[in-house]
């Protein structure tokens, strides 16, 4: 039997696996790829430069699958917004019925999304965050732990800890999001009580991913050793590939006085952008997990999922069976 919960329920999939948003990997063939596969794929809203453009990548992907797949939002801290009322608004009009929001002040996009019927997954990495988010209506919650890729917060909070606080003190179902990348995580979220897992770096590591195969080798060929943390001292940390910028980023960072203008260029998205396109992983800065320490191939999404679910099964299996009944 599949393993079924109330996310899968929720989302009518056949896996309880996430697609997480990814900048510059959350394309149209990528959520389709994991869609069709049985998880949720989502489409980045902000891979695509206008929301005429997020019109047409939600078609496409509706072109490649008939399951259901979601769009994320993103809201960052940033000096020139990007239109996301438009692109909230592009993907409601093309129908899309499942959100993935993240970032500062969600609840007007919360509103707006749950005005209109839609299914929404906000992503947060406190357990105070997630009920702030639960109180706006929110129908899961992805909750980050410190092992992710991308911006963990501030806490420095593992999932291990996260995860539990989470199953004690939220009402709705919530997702197990950072070092997942097989079934053992997956059983592991779910004996801690998520209803699901979200996952990004592993993902990017699929014969479907959009990024060059050079960086697929690349995530392979590490260990749980090779990713580091920059904007620490600008309190927005975010986890990055350990690759000759970022080491740089974080030297120019330890200096007296340093500012963010002082690492702009080095951080550029045009430069991580290239990383993916050329395959040169020292190009600029990349988003990367401590799953790469897992990450040992590079399978189809379907069989990473299909793969998954039985380690999943086989692990619930063996820890059901240190459990005896005492004799009377």
Known sequence: MPIQTQLTKLLGISYPIV??????????????????AGGLGIITALTQPSPDALRKAIREARSLTSKPFGVNITLLPTLNPPDYEGYARAAVEEGVRIFETAGNNPGPFIKFFKSNGCIVIHKCTTVRHAKSAERMGVDVLSIDGFEC???PGEDDIGGLVLMARAAKELKIPFIASGGVADGRGLAAALALGASGVNMGTRFMCTVESPIHENIKRKIVESTE???IHIFRSFRN????????????????ERKPGSKFDDVRDLVSGIRGRKVYENGDPDAGIWSAGITIGLIDDIPTCKDLLVRMEKEAEEIIGQVSSVVVKAKL
């Open 149 to 151: 890729a991308g911006h």
């Open 225 to 227: 050793r090779d990713t």
């Open 19 to 36: 697609q997480g948003g990814m900048q510059w990997v959350g394309t149209p063939q990528m959520a389709a790829a994991v869609s069709d």
């Open 237 to 252: 940390t975010a986890r990055v590939y350990k690759n000759k910028v970022a080491v740089e980023v974080v030297n120019i």
